[in-house]
């Protein structure tokens, strides 16, 4: 699941003000996409500007203007939000697998064409069929990752590496730091006692719960965003995090500091991919813009901008991103790990019920408060 998240939510294209208006001209076609922050390549460091782009190749291919309004939001919650309360509209989302799973099935999301969208042909067979979208109806793939356990080589033995156990390992109290937020902190319990992280078994959900709340004297701090200054310079030497954001960290390391990478046994597995919302206002250029994005060159650049793993053979097989990567970041982002779709199917978070959130919502406070 997704991801990165941020406290700020940018805006690429239009004032604000703009941004969610419809067409302003009859000459002129406008696209409103609503994307996580940092999730795109924008122009910065001599990247790709991914919008400016399809707005240059929109009106040299077919010879009208078009805008694209690109906004951001920081988690699928505050997507869904505001989506679901009707008061705007976007063409274009990339929600992750269990908030795509949760809109199909509230009728939040229009069928693709994809007579519209040619290069979903360069989708990987491993990617289609999952559990969120099982008859490829919704979705069109757009990263991928797997969490895994970051920690500083200059400050852990290497011997207790390898395992969820790491981040229970008292040898290292007050250097651990754990997730921000209840899904992925009971994820970490979960995977390491080995319960499915999808069950409705309140006894299991409480035994994570007392694992969380052993663990909780080893912690430094639960974080999100904090995570990336924290490891970077040295407040913390173990964490668990998504594998694109520990490149990030890498680059950022302070000299004193030698980040290092490992999955465990057991972990959770993510998909963010395109849809179109059914508020809509423009199904076909939505289309057009999804199948852009899966062309070479905006695919590459957003693949090496946002540091996942993409699911595009023109990206994963291209000799120029392989070199770009280099060997260590493609060894972690494309692991040897067996069937994706297995492991992911068994593995990935599943939207839970109501019932079921309010408990892990209450367990979780109730190891907050410990």
Known sequence: MKKKFLVFCTVLSLAAGLLLTGCGSSNKQVLNVYNWGEYISD?????LDTIRAFEEWYEETYGTPVTVNYTTYPSNEDMYNKISSGAVSYDVIIPSDYMIARMADEGMLLPLNFDNIPNYQYIDDSFRGLYYDPENKYTV???YGIVGVIYDANVVDEADVGSWDLMWNEKYAGSILQ???SRDAFGTAMYKLGIDVNTTDKAQWQRAADELIAQRPLVKSFVMDEIYNMMEVGEAAISSYYAGDYFTMQEAQADHIDLKFYYPERTNFFVDAMCIPTCAKNQELAEIFINYMLSSEPAIANAEYINYACPNSLVYEDAGYIEDMGEEAMEILYPDLGDFS???NQYAY????PE???????LWETVKIN
Do not use: A, V
């Open 342 to 344: 297995q492991l992911y």
């Open 43 to 47: 122009g910065s460091e001599g990247s």
């Open 356 to 362: 079921m959130l309010d408990y892990l919502n209450t």
């Open 179 to 181: 997730y921000n937020n």
């Open 350 to 353: 599943r939207s839970m019920d």
């Open 141 to 143: 793939p757009y990263t």
